[in-house]
């Protein structure tokens, strides 16, 4: 929107249509896992099975966390 406005909007989405929802699928899922590498590695856990679920931490309100206050290995 920022770039083409409307045109450039629809343009994207008629794109998107056009591939199929299973690819949009799977560029989701794509991303996903990519983002969630960087997080991990980020957090210095280099698997899945790494992460202990005790420095998971839930916010129920959307806020995040004050400062200092992120899991810690």
Do not use: Q
Request: aromatic share 4%; hydrophobic share 40%.
């Amino acid at each position: 929107m920022a770039h083409e406005g409307e045109s450039g909007c629809r343009h994207v989405m008629k794109s998107l249509l056009a591939v199929g929802f299973s690819s949009i699928h799977s560029i989701f899922i794509l991303t996903l896992r990519k983002d969630l590498d960087s997080l991990m590695t980020v957090a210095g856990y280099p698997v899945l099975r790494d992460v202990d679920p005790s420095v998971l931490k839930v916010n129920p309100h959307g806020v995040p966390p004050a400062r200092g206050e992120h899991a810690k290995r």
